[in-house]
Nanobody, 124 residues
């Protein structure tokens, strides 16, 4: 059974930074792409960032605009999302997900395992 456990969420002021972590277990971590998604109240879950299995390719949602960095440490089976210059509109529950593919996917349909989510709240 694959398990993904996120950590690092919290309350931060606008302009601040947070680093989310996602620890994975139960499958060969480096074989699969990882993604971060977020869901704000009343909104659809949206793609934030993705990274390929080897960590050589990354892709971001348009709204990121250079503020976030996704990375992974395959030796630790952990993915990260460094979020800088946070805005109140970044407030959401953030989820990490493990894809069934080696390459990055932006659609939720390509991710078969999800973490429980971690709340990020950005105050103005």
């Amino acid at each position: 059974q694959v398990q993904l456990v996120e950590s690092g969420g919290g309350l931060v002021q606008a302009g601040g930074s947070l680093r989310l972590s996602c620890a994975a277990s139960g499958r060969t971590f480096l074989t699969y792409a990882m993604g971060w998604f977020r869901q704000a109240p009343g909104k659809e879950r949206e793609f934030v960032a993705g990274i390929s299995g080897a960590g050589t390719s990354t892709y971001y949602g348009d709204f990121v605009k250079g503020r976030f960095i996704i990375s992974r440490d395959n030796a630790k089976s952990t993915a990260y999302l460094q979020m800088n210059s946070l805005k109140p509109e970044d407030t959401a529950v953030y989820y990490c997900a493990s894809s069934r593919r080696f390459s990055i996917a932006t659609s939720r349909n390509f991710y078969d395992y999800w973490g429980q989510g971690t709340q990020v709240t950005v105050s103005s």
